[in-house]
């Protein structure tokens, strides 16, 4: 079996829908080895900002001289981005091998019943924890697939766990009001561990508070233990000053907007109370792995002449907080690529970014869950009054929104699988 034979075979697994809870992948954890219980970890959930958030502690741990793993999801472009260490992907060779040796402990299970087969991302979590046993990383940052509670990653027991800011999402599986959303994210917290939180709302701070009490563990929150301040942003960064545990002043990061500093603070509180378990980091290791996170995709400045920009907002709350930055920014308001998938709340997040559009280019990715281009533009044309086209495949909408642009620029919204093809179709574009 080669890699193109495993990746598809693996993402076949998708037919098996979402199915929340801890029992297959805990019994799946225990029949290859228990890999989780190898190495520390910090582990990372919320509704925006958590990927943020485990790429700046990613690289300020590897920049302290650690061996980090990192797994986050989705991908862009190829499965391996989900799973590295201290930045290099795993390869294709360890994929297949991993793959092809969990794959019959996979069918085993599910030969026992039905109710014992393993979806995709209980399956890859499973292979992600078992590469960074394998190759003895100090520590693993762990973004949360869905929720929290019952979320397949919710097997480690982790040293840190970080919440960033809680919206409503996946109604249909973590509830229809913040305080059930928030009480979802907070089953992560185990006895006895150190959490932060960028959470600023009384109803889901209600929640994750209850809950640290509950179990013994201590909660340094935003605005509270840790404060971000003197935030700057332009298209080239964000700047910012931290005061917590350690005060630093003039913190860089190349990631654009001004809730990449709130990221980058949660990222600093967490590295702060690791100090706790033995795990000290310099100041200097902090700036420069503030200063050298990557994370494509987000709020990402592809072009300034003319502005283009991917971003990969796909909720209400996210696409209300990129308007904000596009406003803020000055480059609002400009030419919109749009494309979304159908579970989320499209009405919400086109409300949310009319204000910001000169004009809408709706399209449709190349996944069967994708929302229909047709049917996205009539929910748009209900809250919007400008010129909305549609135009599908997607490359075709970017080369038309970019060749003749309106307004100030092009941001293409809405889904990280768009972004993702928006990638590709840049990354041939540049070659010509």
């Known amino acids: 079996m080669d890699y193109k034979d495993l990746t598809e075979w693996m993402f076949s697994l998708e037919r098996f829908g979402i199915k929340l809870g801890l029992e297959n992948p805990t019994e799946f954890m225990s029949r290859i080895g228990n890999p989780q219980v190898d190495f520390r970890s910090v582990h990372v959930t919320g509704t925006n900002g958590k990927g943020s958030v485990c790429a700046f502690l990613a690289s300020i741990l590897q920049r302290r001289g650690l061996k980090v793993g990192l797994y986050i999801s989705p991908h862009l472009i190829e499965f391996t981005e989900r799973i590295s260490i201290n930045g290099k992907e795993i390869s294709h060779a360890d ?241 919109l690529v749009i494309a979304c998938m159908r579970d989320k709340d499209v009405g919400e997040m086109v409300r949310a970014l009319a204000p910001v559009a000169s004009n809408i280019v709706v399209t449709q990715v190349e996944d069967k869950r994708a929302l229909g281009a047709s049917v996205l533009a009539e929910t748009i044309k209900a809250e919007f009054n400008g010129q909305v086209e549609v135009m599908i495949p997607s490359r075709r909408a970017l080369e038309h929104a970019i060749s003749r642009p309106e307004g100030r620029g092009v941001c293409v919204i809405g889904s990280l699988y768009l972004v993702g093809e928006a990638v590709q179709w840049w990354n041939a574009r540049k070659r010509g």
């Open 95 to 335: 994929t297949v091998r991993l793959g092809s040796e969990l794959r019959p402990i996979m069918e085993q299970m599910a030969s026992e019943g039905a109710d014992m087969q393993l979806t995709f991302f209980e399956f890859t979590t499973g292979l992600a924890f078992k590469y960074f046993s394998e190759n003895k990383v100090d520590i693993a940052v762990v973004e949360v697939g869905l929720g929290g509670r019952l979320d397949a990653t919710n097997v480690l027991k982790p040293d840190v766990g970080v919440i960033t800011r809680i919206g409503l999402e996946h109604t249909k599986y973590l509830g229809n009001t913040i305080p059930e959303v928030a009480r979802e994210k907070a089953g992560i917290i185990k006895s006895g561990m150190r959490v932060v939180t960028c959470e600023r709302s009384e109803q889901a701070l209600t929640v994750i508070s209850a809950t640290c009490q509950k179990k013994g563990a201590s909660l340094q929150r935003i605005d509270s233990e840790f404060v971000v301040s003197n935030i700057r942003r332009s298209l080239s960064g964000t700047s910012f000053d931290y005061a917590g545990r350690r005060r630093l002043a003039d913190l860089n990061t190349h990631l654009v907007g001004s809730y990449q500093a709130e990221n980058a603070a949660a990222a600093i509180a967490a590295v702060d109370e690791l100090a706790s378990t033995g795990i000290s980091v310099d100041d200097d290791a902090v700036k420069e792995g503030i200063l050298q996170t990557k994370w494509p995709g987000r709020l990402d400045v592809i072009s300034k002449r003319p502005v283009i920009i991917f971003d990969g907002s796909h909720n209400p709350d996210g696409a209300l907080r990129t308007a904000e930055e596009l406003r803020s920014l000055g480059v609002a308001p400009l030419t």
